[in-house]
């Protein structure tokens, strides 16, 4: 007679973040030249306090004028050699993907986004399963459904800071005091 045994339980391998996933100009939603450009930048940081170096965020948002349709350039293969292009430079794509540096920061280019005040972030990061989804918000709505549910301390954690240049400056707190909120889907 045979024991059953326990599946295994789910491992993770990597990160391979840094090499596989960044393209060439991932961090430019929107071009270089646009008067209305932003930055969003931050740091991600581990239960300890201690950035995390090798984390790659994901950042999906709704153009200027509220549409979620997005622009091909991200995934822009050169034609002859088959490799990865780049964006093209000139449009706003709704899409941006950036690893964190050596010092766990990380910076996007982007606009103002239209309709809803945030954008989302998918943020995939060594000891984790699955992606932890949450969003920026670069202004506050008192009417926005998400942040009305939450306490001043926790909606903080979702606020980006106003800076000079046109910046917004958003850490991200996988655990302890001042943990982001971070959202389920099902």
């Known amino acids: ?40 930048h931050g740091y991600v940081y581990d239960g300890a306090g201690d950035p995390v170096h ?5 950042i999906w948002q709704p153009a200027p004028d509220g549409s979620r349709t ?33 010092d766990g ?12 005040p945030y954008l989302s972030i998918a943020l995939f990061a060594r000891g984790l399963l699955n992606q932890l989804y949450t969003r920026a918000y670069v202004r506050d709505d008192p009417d926005d459904a998400l942040l009305t ?17 046109r910046a917004y400056r958003f850490d991200i707190r996988l655990q302890g005091e001042g943990e982001t909120v971070f959202l389920e889907f099902g």
């Open 54 to 58: 090798d984390a790659l965020l994901e």
């Open 149 to 165: 549910t939450l306490d001043p301390g926790r909606r903080a954690t979702l606020l980006a800071q106003a800076g000079p240049h």
């Open 105 to 116: 920061h990380w910076a996007i280019h982007t606009l103002p986004p239209g309709g809803a």
């Open 1 to 40: 007679m045979t024991t059953p045994h326990a599946p295994t339980p789910s491992q993770t391998i990597g990160p391979f973040y840094g090499h596989a996933l960044p393209a060439a100009g991932g961090p430019d939603i929107a071009p270089l030249a646009h008067p209305d450009r932003i930055t969003l």
């Open 70 to 102: 997005g622009a091909p350039g991200s995934l822009r293969r050169d034609p002859v050699t088959g490799r990865p292009a780049g964006r093209d430079g000139v449009t706003f794509t709704g899409f941006g993907r950036v690893p964190t540096d050596a």
